[in-house]
């Protein structure tokens, strides 16, 4: 009976906590404002040099207005204030978000454009952050990628104001993958790895053939050769870096090339030795 006297105190008691722990969960949600008040918040936090404020003003206005007046103009703003706040991979999925859902749109170029340049931004902070690296532990991987999209862009829009500057890039993009390709090569030359220093070498020839890496490609191949004892075709070669560059440094003036002076302080593995580099 005592029970039953004290069962109605306890539903009380435990009804009262189970409503604060209601409130207490529960998310407080600022009061919506109007569409242009988040879109001018944005722009002037983005004129103050605050992109990650305005990065939140423009998210607010799109979950709030996903089709309002400024919807459009946010989502492509956010693409740049994700790139000035350093949120390259934010930047680079908003763009691709936007080509996606606004295939008609007259500012689908600067997304392209957009795109390829968060890329672009990505791979130059991580390289920058990395140098130390032994060269072929460096990835190209993400300034290949940067390239491709460069290239779309200019594919789908040669006339766009962006142009210039994607093509710039394209240049810088692609003598900086060719010479990351022969600093690996030279670090296989370190290890007594010809065979792998003549791929990176053949692989700047096929694919950077107006690079300004080509000449020492060329070098490096003939040097691989040279190590390998496969003479005829380092003289082949050589007759290749005659032909195209007479004046080239690695030529003496008899015309004979000059060996690499190769490092002394290697110390490859077994499998290096006996696959003379194909086995890493």
Not at 190 to 204: D, F, G, N
Request: glycine share 4%.
């Amino acid at each position: 009976m005592g029970f039953l006297r004290t069962l109605p105190r306890m539903l009380v008691i435990v009804t009262f906590y189970s409503i604060l722990s209601a409130c207490s969960n529960q998310t407080v949600r600022e009061p919506d404002l109007p569409e242009q008040e988040y879109y001018d918040k944005a722009q002037e936090a983005l004129d103050n040099g605050l992109p990650a404020t305005a990065v939140k003003h423009l998210k607010d206005l799109t979950a709030r207005y996903p089709f309002g007046d400024f919807s459009t103009r946010a989502e492509l703003d956010l693409i740049y204030a994700q790139y000035e706040s350093g949120d390259y991979i934010a930047s680079h999925a908003t763009a691709e978000r936007f080509i996606r859902n606004h295939l008609d749109s007259d500012a689908l170029d600067y997304a392209y454009y957009m795109r390829g340049l968060s890329t672009y931004k990505g791979a130059e902070t991580f390289l920058g952050r990395y140098l130390d690296l032994n060269p072929a532990e460096r990835d190209a991987h993400e300034f290949e990628k940067a390239f491709g999209e460069f290239a779309d862009f200019l594919a789908r829009f040669p006339k766009s104001p962006y142009a210039v500057d994607a093509k710039a890039r394209m240049i810088y993009l692609r003598n900086t993958v060719a010479d990351h390709e022969l600093q690996v090569a030279h670090y296989y030359f370190k290890r007594h790895a010809p065979i792998s220093a003549l791929r990176r070498a053949q692989e700047v020839i096929q694919h950077y053939p107006s690079s300004n890496s080509v000449e020492e490609a060329i070098a490096v191949t003939i040097q691989a050769y040279l190590n390998m004892e496969q003479y005829e075709l380092a003289k082949t070669n050589l007759g290749v870096l005659t032909k195209n560059y007479p004046n080239s440094k690695y030529i003496d003036a008899e015309g004979k090339f000059i060996p690499f002076e190769l490092p002394k302080d290697a110390d490859p593995d077994f499998l290096y030795w006996v696959s003379l580099g194909a086995i890493d």
